[in-house]
């Protein structure tokens, strides 16, 4: 396992996902972001497994983090993302009525909300990172969180994750943060949302 | 250039505005600790912006050229060349894992000058700056794309190395 992480190929096309968020944009974050982090994880794993002492271990340990979190993180977001069905191309952006819907509504009124109160704060990050729905595991219910940089969601079971890194958004929406963030809505994977959070209540793993 | 100076920069300068009249206005410690994190963010991003603008130049008004002096002789002191500095600044600056600035400072203690970073707004508070670079995609990406080397090499030719020798000769009288 270690040292041999692979890039995960998109669910969709490169284009799929415009025009909320462009093809160029998905290009260049799957094939050289996200495939950067992917290449210098099994580096940093490869370094970690010869490493002897607790210190050269405890020093491999940001690297580790960052493309270890960077490589999670952006395989979970590829998923939560889907072609938009305000464009006739597939799901993306619809949330039928189900568990989540429900879940979603106990937890913040109504969807809408939910919308509000995660692009407020993924918007009001400073610095990198990401926005996130996720389970609390002790109370079952869905809560927004955000993570700097490239650390992974550890307090939450992540349900849908949304990169706030310039790279995710700058080439098409500039320095306009809410605009992306007010777009990708279109493109959420709502089943995929679904999946993860009916696994999230049902098991008792994070 | 236009995003960042009339977009970016100018919010930090609101931002702060706004932080600062809130603290004037907060009624106790947790109030004022509540308006910390706005305040660094947007403070740090006005000095660091301010600092930036300044530490560039066109190349017809000398950007990129160093000129013979204190500067020249320090940067080949503790670096043993300014090609070798410049290596290690773009190393330094190019692996920050996240949003964040790349210096070249003057430290007060040891008189050297050394290369530090730092995360997201941050200023740089052990050192004198002397020389930043800002690597927030914001400063590159729409040029550069991903390629960050290639940014952090481009920028040395509009480095204003007069404005840094004027801020390094600042900085090593007021700890001499």
Do not use: C
Request: charge should be neutral; glycine fraction near 8%; proline fraction near 4%.
């Amino acid at each position: 396992m270690s040292g041999q992480h692979t890039l995960p190929d998109l669910p969709y096309a490169y284009d799929a996902l415009e025009p909320f968020i462009s093809r160029q944009i998905m290009e260049l974050h799957h094939k050289k972001h996200h495939q950067t982090y992917v290449n210098a994880l099994n580096a940093a794993e490869q370094a970690y497994a010869k490493a002897s002492t607790p210190k050269e271990r405890i020093a491999l340990q940001s690297a580790l983090k960052f493309n270890g979190g960077g490589h999670i993180n952006h395989s979970l977001f590829w998923k939560n993302l889907a072609p938009a069905k305000s464009e006739n191309k597939g799901n993306g952006g619809s949330l039928h009525e189900g568990p989540l819907k429900k879940a979603i509504v106990e937890a913040f009124g109504t969807f809408d909300n939910l919308r509000k109160e995660f692009n407020t704060t993924t918007a009001g990050i400073q610095g990198s990172g990401w926005g996130w729905l996720g389970v609390n595991p002790q109370s079952k219910r869905l809560e927004i969180a955000t993570t700097s940089n490239q650390d992974p969601l550890l307090t939450l079971t992540p349900v849908i994750g949304v990169d706030i890194w310039e790279h995710a958004f700058y080439l098409q929406y500039l320095n306009v943060k809410v605009d992306y963030l007010n777009a990708i809505w279109n493109v959420i994977n709502f089943e995929e949302a679904e999946k993860r959070y009916l696994d999230a209540v049902g098991g008792a793993k994070l | 250039m236009s995003l960042h100076h009339t977009k970016h920069h100018q919010t930090y300068v609101t931002g702060l505005n706004a932080a600062e009249e809130a603290y004037a206005k907060a009624s106790g410690p947790k109030e004022k600790i509540k308006l910390q994190a706005a305040l660094k963010f947007n403070g740090g991003g006005h000095i660091n912006h301010s600092l930036f603008w300044k530490n560039l130049a066109p190349t017809s008004a000398g950007g990129g050229e160093i000129p013979s002096g204190a500067l020249k002789e320090a940067l080949e002191r503790d670096f043993g060349s300014v090609d070798a500095f410049k290596n290690k600044m773009n190393t330094a600056t190019a692996a920050i894992q996240g949003s964040g600035w790349g210096w070249l400072g003057y430290s007060p203690t040891t008189s050297k000058l050394e290369i530090v970073t730092t995360p997201n707004q941050d200023p740089l508070l052990s050192h004198v700056p002397i020389i930043g670079i800002d690597i927030w995609e914001h400063a590159f990406y729409l040029q550069y794309k991903n390629v960050k080397p290639d940014y952090l090499k481009a920028i040395w030719n509009v480095i204003n190395f007069r404005e840094a020798e004027a801020r390094f000769l600042e900085a090593a009288k007021q700890s001499a």
